[in-house]
Protein backbone atom coordinates (compact mmCIF):
# COMPACT_ATOMS: atom_id res chain seq x y z
CA UNK A 1 0.00 0.00 0.00
CA UNK A 2 1.17 3.76 -0.61
CA UNK A 3 2.09 5.86 2.12
CA UNK A 4 0.60 9.30 1.02
CA UNK A 5 2.91 11.60 0.59
CA UNK A 6 1.30 14.90 1.84
CA UNK A 7 0.47 12.43 5.44
CA UNK A 8 -2.03 13.98 7.31
CA UNK A 9 -3.54 16.07 4.60
CA UNK A 10 -5.60 12.90 3.31
CA UNK A 11 -8.21 14.08 5.84
CA UNK A 12 -8.47 17.30 4.04
CA UNK A 13 -8.23 15.82 0.21
CA UNK A 14 -11.25 13.18 1.54
CA UNK A 15 -13.14 16.17 2.67
CA UNK A 16 -14.95 17.59 -0.95
CA UNK A 17 -13.02 16.10 -3.00
CA UNK A 18 -14.29 14.87 -6.55
CA UNK A 19 -13.69 11.66 -8.21
CA UNK A 20 -14.22 10.78 -12.26
CA UNK A 21 -17.27 9.56 -13.16
CA UNK A 22 -17.81 5.78 -13.78
CA UNK A 23 -15.64 4.44 -16.46
CA UNK A 24 -18.38 3.08 -18.68
CA UNK A 25 -21.97 2.10 -18.77
CA UNK A 26 -23.63 -0.89 -19.02
CA UNK A 27 -23.02 -4.13 -16.66
CA UNK A 28 -20.82 -3.60 -14.12
CA UNK A 29 -20.01 -6.91 -13.08
CA UNK A 30 -18.78 -7.70 -16.34
CA UNK A 31 -15.17 -9.31 -16.17
CA UNK A 32 -12.26 -6.84 -17.95
CA UNK A 33 -9.33 -9.35 -17.28
CA UNK A 34 -8.58 -12.68 -15.58
CA UNK A 35 -5.93 -13.45 -13.18
CA UNK A 36 -5.53 -17.17 -12.95
CA UNK A 37 -9.15 -17.74 -13.26
CA UNK A 38 -10.38 -15.02 -10.91
CA UNK A 39 -11.66 -12.01 -12.51
CA UNK A 40 -11.26 -8.34 -12.51
CA UNK A 41 -14.56 -6.45 -13.11
CA UNK A 42 -15.15 -3.26 -14.44
CA UNK A 43 -17.08 -2.48 -11.19
CA UNK A 44 -14.05 -3.24 -9.13
CA UNK A 45 -11.77 -1.42 -11.32
CA UNK A 46 -14.13 1.96 -11.38
CA UNK A 47 -14.20 1.61 -7.68
CA UNK A 48 -10.17 1.19 -7.43
CA UNK A 49 -9.84 4.56 -9.53
CA UNK A 50 -11.88 6.44 -7.48
CA UNK A 51 -10.31 5.08 -4.28
CA UNK A 52 -6.74 6.05 -5.38
CA UNK A 53 -7.81 9.71 -6.77
CA UNK A 54 -9.37 10.41 -2.87
CA UNK A 55 -6.22 9.42 -2.18
CA UNK A 56 -4.75 11.61 -4.19
CA UNK A 57 -1.85 8.67 -5.16
CA UNK A 58 0.02 9.14 -8.70
CA UNK A 59 -1.09 6.12 -10.01
CA UNK A 60 -4.99 6.74 -10.09
CA UNK A 61 -5.46 6.80 -13.92
CA UNK A 62 -7.69 3.02 -14.92
CA UNK A 63 -4.49 1.62 -16.11
CA UNK A 64 -2.72 1.67 -13.77
CA UNK A 65 -5.60 1.16 -10.93
CA UNK A 66 -6.21 -2.11 -13.23
CA UNK A 67 -2.07 -3.16 -13.06
CA UNK A 68 -2.68 -2.76 -8.98
CA UNK A 69 -6.02 -4.43 -9.39
CA UNK A 70 -4.34 -7.50 -11.37
CA UNK A 71 -1.44 -7.44 -8.74
CA UNK A 72 -3.43 -8.02 -5.63
CA UNK A 73 -4.59 -11.32 -7.65
CA UNK A 74 -1.23 -12.35 -7.77
CA UNK A 75 -0.48 -11.48 -3.98
CA UNK A 76 -4.12 -13.26 -3.18
CA UNK A 77 -3.36 -16.12 -5.50
CA UNK A 78 0.55 -16.81 -3.68
CA UNK A 79 -1.19 -16.55 -0.42
CA UNK A 80 -3.90 -19.16 -1.01
CA UNK A 81 -0.87 -21.47 -2.77
CA UNK A 82 0.92 -20.85 0.82
CA UNK A 83 -2.34 -21.49 2.70
CA UNK A 84 -2.28 -18.00 4.30
CA UNK A 85 -5.60 -16.71 4.93
CA UNK A 86 -6.37 -13.36 6.88
CA UNK A 87 -8.39 -13.03 9.96
CA UNK A 88 -10.89 -10.99 10.29
CA UNK A 89 -8.63 -9.32 12.97
CA UNK A 90 -5.99 -8.63 11.07
CA UNK A 91 -8.06 -6.86 8.51
CA UNK A 92 -9.63 -4.18 10.99
CA UNK A 93 -6.21 -4.27 12.18
CA UNK A 94 -5.12 -3.39 8.47
CA UNK A 95 -8.27 -1.12 8.35
CA UNK A 96 -7.75 1.17 12.01
CA UNK A 97 -4.08 1.65 11.19
CA UNK A 98 -4.88 3.12 6.77
CA UNK A 99 -7.76 5.32 8.27
CA UNK A 100 -5.86 6.54 11.23
CA UNK A 101 -3.43 8.21 8.71
CA UNK A 102 -5.93 10.68 8.52
CA UNK A 103 -6.83 10.76 11.82
CA UNK A 104 -9.87 8.84 11.64
CA UNK A 105 -11.90 5.97 13.06
CA UNK A 106 -12.66 3.08 10.58
CA UNK A 107 -16.75 4.14 10.51
CA UNK A 108 -15.62 8.20 9.93
CA UNK A 109 -12.94 7.11 7.02
CA UNK A 110 -15.42 4.62 5.13
CA UNK A 111 -18.05 6.97 5.35
CA UNK A 112 -16.32 9.71 3.49
CA UNK A 113 -15.32 7.31 1.37
CA UNK A 114 -18.99 6.48 1.03
CA UNK A 115 -19.77 10.29 -0.02
CA UNK A 116 -17.36 9.79 -3.11
CA UNK A 117 -19.30 6.59 -4.38
CA UNK A 118 -16.59 4.52 -2.97
CA UNK A 119 -17.92 1.63 -0.96
CA UNK A 120 -16.47 0.13 2.58
CA UNK A 121 -15.78 -3.42 0.57
CA UNK A 122 -13.24 -1.62 -2.15
CA UNK A 123 -11.51 -0.22 0.58
CA UNK A 124 -11.64 -3.87 2.57
CA UNK A 125 -10.23 -5.82 -0.63
CA UNK A 126 -7.19 -2.80 -0.57
CA UNK A 127 -5.98 -3.35 2.94
CA UNK A 128 -6.65 -7.58 2.60
CA UNK A 129 -3.94 -7.93 -0.34
CA UNK A 130 -1.77 -5.68 1.49
CA UNK A 131 -2.32 -8.33 4.75
CA UNK A 132 -1.94 -11.68 3.18
CA UNK A 133 1.07 -10.10 1.31
CA UNK A 134 2.89 -9.43 4.21
CA UNK A 135 2.40 -12.47 5.66
CA UNK A 136 3.70 -13.90 2.43
CA UNK A 137 6.71 -11.59 2.20
CA UNK A 138 7.49 -12.84 6.06
CA UNK A 139 7.31 -16.41 5.37
CA UNK A 140 8.91 -16.53 2.11
CA UNK A 141 11.57 -13.72 1.31
CA UNK A 142 12.24 -12.18 4.90
CA UNK A 143 14.18 -16.14 5.69
CA UNK A 144 16.48 -15.30 2.43
CA UNK A 145 17.21 -11.90 3.06
CA UNK A 146 20.82 -11.09 5.03
CA UNK A 147 23.13 -8.56 5.57
CA UNK A 148 26.42 -8.59 5.61
CA UNK A 149 28.75 -6.30 7.90
CA UNK A 150 30.27 -5.43 4.66
CA UNK A 151 27.15 -4.27 3.49
CA UNK A 152 26.66 -2.17 6.85
CA UNK A 153 29.97 -0.48 6.12
CA UNK A 154 29.76 0.20 2.48
CA UNK A 155 26.31 2.04 3.15
CA UNK A 156 27.90 3.81 6.39
CA UNK A 157 30.93 4.78 3.44
CA UNK A 158 28.25 5.90 1.39
CA UNK A 159 26.40 8.16 4.11
CA UNK A 160 29.71 10.57 5.25
CA UNK A 161 30.76 10.36 1.18
CA UNK A 162 26.89 11.72 0.38
CA UNK A 163 26.50 15.55 0.76
CA UNK A 164 23.92 16.91 2.94
CA UNK A 165 21.23 18.88 0.86
CA UNK A 166 21.58 22.87 2.25
CA UNK A 167 20.18 24.36 -0.50
CA UNK A 168 17.42 23.18 -3.37
CA UNK A 169 16.49 25.05 -7.09
CA UNK A 170 12.55 24.29 -6.88
CA UNK A 171 10.15 25.56 -9.55
CA UNK A 172 6.57 26.54 -8.34
CA UNK A 173 3.08 25.64 -10.33
CA UNK A 174 0.16 27.32 -8.00
CA UNK A 175 -3.29 26.00 -9.71
CA UNK A 176 -5.76 28.63 -7.77
CA UNK A 177 -8.65 26.76 -6.81
CA UNK A 178 -11.54 28.85 -5.80
CA UNK A 179 -14.64 27.38 -3.56
CA UNK A 180 -16.10 25.19 -5.61
CA UNK A 181 -13.19 24.15 -8.18
CA UNK A 182 -11.26 22.20 -6.00
CA UNK A 183 -11.64 19.11 -8.04
CA UNK A 184 -11.18 20.94 -11.55
CA UNK A 185 -7.77 22.40 -9.85
CA UNK A 186 -6.91 18.73 -8.93
CA UNK A 187 -7.21 16.67 -12.12
CA UNK A 188 -5.31 19.83 -14.01
CA UNK A 189 -2.52 18.48 -11.37
CA UNK A 190 -2.75 15.32 -11.48
CA UNK A 191 -2.84 15.53 -15.23
CA UNK A 192 0.63 16.86 -14.94
CA UNK A 193 2.10 14.84 -12.65
CA UNK A 194 1.28 12.20 -14.98
CA UNK A 195 2.72 13.91 -17.91
CA UNK A 196 5.60 16.09 -17.23
CA UNK A 197 8.99 14.62 -17.92
CA UNK A 198 11.35 17.71 -17.66
CA UNK A 199 11.49 21.11 -16.67
CA UNK A 200 10.92 22.50 -19.81
CA UNK A 201 7.14 20.28 -19.55
CA UNK A 202 7.19 22.04 -16.09
CA UNK A 203 8.03 25.44 -17.21
CA UNK A 204 5.21 25.00 -20.24
CA UNK A 205 2.97 24.44 -17.52
CA UNK A 206 4.03 26.96 -14.91
CA UNK A 207 3.18 29.40 -18.04
CA UNK A 208 -0.26 28.03 -18.99
CA UNK A 209 -1.75 27.16 -15.34
CA UNK A 210 0.25 28.96 -12.54
CA UNK A 211 -1.10 32.19 -10.75
CA UNK A 212 1.92 33.46 -9.35
CA UNK A 213 4.96 36.18 -10.68
CA UNK A 214 7.21 33.27 -11.12
CA UNK A 215 5.01 31.70 -14.16
CA UNK A 216 6.24 34.78 -16.45
CA UNK A 217 9.98 32.68 -15.53
CA UNK A 218 8.76 29.17 -15.96
CA UNK A 219 8.14 29.25 -12.49
CA UNK A 220 11.93 29.00 -11.63
CA UNK A 221 13.08 30.35 -8.09
CA UNK A 222 15.91 31.35 -6.96
CA UNK A 223 18.57 28.92 -4.62
CA UNK A 224 16.99 28.69 -1.19
CA UNK A 225 18.29 27.26 1.81
CA UNK A 226 16.17 24.43 2.83
CA UNK A 227 16.02 26.04 6.51
CA UNK A 228 14.09 28.49 5.00
CA UNK A 229 11.14 26.34 3.63
CA UNK A 230 8.23 25.34 5.32
CA UNK A 231 8.63 22.57 7.85
CA UNK A 232 6.08 20.46 6.28
CA UNK A 233 7.73 20.81 2.73
CA UNK A 234 11.04 20.22 4.03
CA UNK A 235 11.06 16.13 4.01
CA UNK A 236 8.68 16.06 0.43
CA UNK A 237 11.89 17.71 -1.32
CA UNK A 238 13.85 16.16 0.57
CA UNK A 239 12.40 12.51 -0.85
CA UNK A 240 12.71 14.27 -4.37
CA UNK A 241 15.43 13.61 -6.83
CA UNK A 242 16.93 16.78 -9.27
CA UNK A 243 14.38 16.24 -12.04
CA UNK A 244 11.40 15.22 -10.37
CA UNK A 245 7.99 16.60 -9.85
CA UNK A 246 6.03 16.50 -6.76
CA UNK A 247 2.80 15.19 -5.95
CA UNK A 248 -0.14 17.77 -5.68
CA UNK A 249 0.14 19.74 -2.12
CA UNK A 250 -3.62 21.11 -1.27
CA UNK A 251 -3.56 24.52 0.52
CA UNK A 252 -5.77 27.35 0.79
CA UNK A 253 -7.55 28.15 -2.22
CA UNK A 254 -4.70 26.69 -4.51
CA UNK A 255 -3.47 22.87 -5.59
CA UNK A 256 0.91 23.53 -5.50
CA UNK A 257 3.40 21.50 -7.35
CA UNK A 258 6.96 21.37 -7.11
CA UNK A 259 9.80 20.55 -9.63
CA UNK A 260 13.17 20.80 -7.86
CA UNK A 261 16.00 21.49 -10.48
CA UNK A 262 19.12 20.79 -8.63
CA UNK A 263 20.35 20.89 -5.00
CA UNK A 264 23.71 21.65 -3.08
CA UNK A 265 24.93 20.17 -0.03
CA UNK A 266 27.75 19.94 2.03
CA UNK A 267 29.78 17.11 3.43
CA UNK A 268 29.37 16.09 7.32
CA UNK A 269 32.17 17.70 9.42
CA UNK A 270 36.02 15.48 8.87
CA UNK A 271 34.39 13.50 6.10
CA UNK A 272 36.97 13.74 4.14
CA UNK A 273 39.66 13.35 5.98
CA UNK A 274 40.44 9.34 5.65
CA UNK A 275 42.63 6.75 8.24
CA UNK A 276 44.88 4.42 6.82
CA UNK A 277 45.82 0.98 8.13
CA UNK A 278 48.92 -0.26 6.62
CA UNK A 279 51.89 -2.37 6.80
CA UNK A 280 55.68 -1.52 6.37
CA UNK A 281 58.35 -3.81 5.46
CA UNK A 282 61.49 -3.06 5.42
CA UNK A 283 63.98 -5.51 3.64
CA UNK A 284 67.67 -5.65 2.39
CA UNK A 285 66.68 -5.97 -1.79
CA UNK A 286 64.43 -4.50 -3.95
CA UNK A 287 64.16 -7.97 -5.44
CA UNK A 288 63.03 -9.51 -2.23
CA UNK A 289 60.89 -7.20 -1.76
CA UNK A 290 58.96 -7.35 -5.05
CA UNK A 291 59.26 -11.22 -4.49
CA UNK A 292 57.33 -11.24 -1.29
CA UNK A 293 54.85 -8.57 -3.02
CA UNK A 294 54.18 -10.56 -5.76
CA UNK A 295 53.38 -13.55 -3.16
CA UNK A 296 51.28 -11.29 -0.37
CA UNK A 297 47.40 -11.30 -1.57
CA UNK A 298 46.60 -9.54 2.07
CA UNK A 299 48.43 -7.61 4.84
CA UNK A 300 48.06 -11.02 7.21
CA UNK A 301 50.14 -12.40 4.48
CA UNK A 302 52.76 -10.23 4.99
CA UNK A 303 53.87 -11.44 8.28
CA UNK A 304 53.64 -14.87 7.38
CA UNK A 305 57.29 -14.08 5.55
CA UNK A 306 58.26 -12.04 8.12
CA UNK A 307 58.49 -14.81 10.52
CA UNK A 308 61.88 -15.06 12.66
CA UNK A 309 62.45 -11.40 11.63
CA UNK A 310 63.06 -8.94 14.51
CA UNK A 311 59.89 -7.33 15.14
CA UNK A 312 61.09 -3.39 13.95
CA UNK A 313 61.17 -5.04 9.86
CA UNK A 314 57.26 -5.04 10.00
CA UNK A 315 55.16 -2.78 11.46
CA UNK A 316 51.06 -2.48 11.04
CA UNK A 317 49.98 0.68 11.76
CA UNK A 318 46.45 2.75 11.79
CA UNK A 319 46.80 6.29 11.39
CA UNK A 320 45.28 9.62 10.29
CA UNK A 321 46.52 10.70 7.06
CA UNK A 322 47.84 13.48 8.34
CA UNK A 323 50.29 11.81 10.52
CA UNK A 324 52.13 9.06 8.24
CA UNK A 325 55.34 10.36 6.72
CA UNK A 326 55.03 12.08 3.65
CA UNK A 327 56.62 10.02 1.11
CA UNK A 328 54.98 7.05 2.25
CA UNK A 329 51.49 9.02 2.16
CA UNK A 330 51.91 9.77 -1.57
CA UNK A 331 52.47 6.10 -2.51
CA UNK A 332 49.52 4.92 0.00
CA UNK A 333 47.52 7.66 -1.85
CA UNK A 334 47.26 5.72 -5.30
CA UNK A 335 46.94 2.00 -3.83
CA UNK A 336 43.21 0.16 -3.08
CA UNK A 337 42.93 -2.33 -0.12
CA UNK A 338 45.52 -4.77 0.00
CA UNK A 339 47.60 -3.53 -2.72
CA UNK A 340 51.64 -3.00 -2.22
CA UNK A 341 54.04 -0.78 -3.60
CA UNK A 342 58.16 -1.00 -3.20
CA UNK A 343 60.23 2.22 -1.93
CA UNK A 344 63.54 1.96 -2.96
CA UNK A 345 66.31 5.38 -2.98
CA UNK A 346 69.47 3.46 -3.23
CA UNK A 347 69.45 2.41 0.22
CA UNK A 348 67.18 0.18 2.39
CA UNK A 349 64.10 -0.87 0.59
CA UNK A 350 60.44 -0.65 2.09
CA UNK A 351 57.85 -2.65 1.08
CA UNK A 352 54.26 -0.43 1.40
CA UNK A 353 51.02 -2.68 1.49
CA UNK A 354 47.60 -0.87 2.28
CA UNK A 355 45.51 -3.13 3.95
CA UNK A 356 42.40 -0.37 4.69
CA UNK A 357 41.40 3.01 3.70
CA UNK A 358 37.98 4.06 5.08
CA UNK A 359 36.47 7.37 6.65
CA UNK A 360 37.72 9.10 9.62
CA UNK A 361 34.24 9.17 10.51
CA UNK A 362 33.88 5.75 10.58
CA UNK A 363 36.97 4.28 11.82
CA UNK A 364 36.24 6.71 15.02
CA UNK A 365 32.78 5.29 15.41
CA UNK A 366 32.02 4.21 19.01
CA UNK A 367 28.45 2.90 19.89
CA UNK A 368 26.27 5.70 20.88
CA UNK A 369 26.76 6.40 24.63
CA UNK A 370 24.23 5.49 27.20
CA UNK A 371 21.79 8.67 28.23
CA UNK A 372 21.43 9.03 31.55
CA UNK A 373 18.02 8.96 32.95
CA UNK A 374 16.50 11.02 35.86
CA UNK A 375 14.28 9.88 38.37
CA UNK A 376 11.31 11.50 36.62
CA UNK A 377 12.08 9.27 33.41
CA UNK A 378 13.33 12.17 31.43
CA UNK A 379 16.27 11.88 29.52
CA UNK A 380 19.15 13.53 30.88
CA UNK A 381 19.58 16.94 29.50
CA UNK A 382 19.85 20.11 31.18
CA UNK A 383 17.04 20.37 33.96
CA UNK A 384 15.56 17.16 32.65
CA UNK A 385 15.23 17.85 29.03
CA UNK A 386 16.09 15.26 26.34
CA UNK A 387 19.34 16.15 24.79
CA UNK A 388 19.37 17.57 21.44
CA UNK A 389 20.48 15.49 18.94
CA UNK A 390 23.71 15.81 17.19
CA UNK A 391 22.46 16.80 13.56
CA UNK A 392 26.45 15.51 12.57
CA UNK A 393 26.26 12.29 13.70
CA UNK A 394 25.98 9.25 11.77
CA UNK A 395 23.48 6.18 11.90
CA UNK A 396 24.22 3.28 14.69
CA UNK A 397 24.95 0.10 12.78
CA UNK A 398 21.61 -1.33 13.84
CA UNK A 399 19.72 1.58 12.11
CA UNK A 400 21.71 1.36 9.07
CA UNK A 401 21.65 -2.97 9.00
CA UNK A 402 18.09 -2.08 9.64
CA UNK A 403 17.86 -0.09 6.55
CA UNK A 404 19.51 -2.08 4.40
CA UNK A 405 17.27 -5.40 5.61
CA UNK A 406 14.21 -3.35 4.48
CA UNK A 407 15.11 -2.30 1.66
CA UNK A 408 16.32 -5.78 0.30
CA UNK A 409 13.19 -7.18 1.65
CA UNK A 410 11.44 -4.84 -0.10
CA UNK A 411 13.49 -5.36 -3.47
CA UNK A 412 13.03 -9.17 -2.95
CA UNK A 413 9.30 -9.17 -2.75
CA UNK A 414 8.91 -6.91 -6.05
CA UNK A 415 11.17 -9.41 -7.67
CA UNK A 416 8.46 -12.41 -6.20
CA UNK A 417 5.83 -10.44 -7.36
CA UNK A 418 7.46 -9.95 -10.89
CA UNK A 419 7.41 -13.88 -10.92
CA UNK A 420 4.02 -14.59 -10.44
CA UNK A 421 3.21 -12.12 -13.08
CA UNK A 422 5.18 -13.93 -15.76
CA UNK A 423 4.37 -16.97 -14.55
CA UNK A 424 0.50 -16.45 -13.93
CA UNK A 425 -2.33 -17.05 -16.75
CA UNK A 426 -3.86 -13.33 -17.55
CA UNK A 427 -6.46 -13.30 -20.24
CA UNK A 428 -9.29 -11.02 -21.55
CA UNK A 429 -12.59 -12.16 -22.28
Known amino acids: MRRILLGAAMAAMLAGSGVSPALAQGNPFQPLVYVNDSAVTRYELDQRVRFMQLLRAPDSDPASAEKALI ?25 AEFAGRANLGVEEFTAE ?5 VERQAFRDFISA ?8 RQRVVPQVRVTDAEVEQELKK ?6 TT ?23 ESLVQNVRSEGDFAAAARRYSATPSAENGGRLPWTPLANL ?6 IVLSMKPGQISQPLTVQGAVVLFFLRDTRGTLRPGAREQVLDFVRFRLSGAAEANRIAALSDTCADL ?17 PQGQIPTGEALRLAVLDDNESTVISYGGAVTLLMLCKREP ?18 AEGGQDGQPAAADPDALPGRDEVRSMIFNRKVGQAAESYLAELRSNAIIRRP
Open 303 to 319: FIHARGLPAEQIQRQTL
Open 113 to 117: LARAG
Open 130 to 137: GVVWREVV
Open 159 to 164: IIETPR
Open 71 to 95: DDRLRLFAAKQMGITPSNEQIDAGL
Open 230 to 235: PPALQP
Open 167 to 189: HVALSELIIPAPTGQEAQAMQIA
Open 360 to 377: ALLAAETPPATIPVTAEG
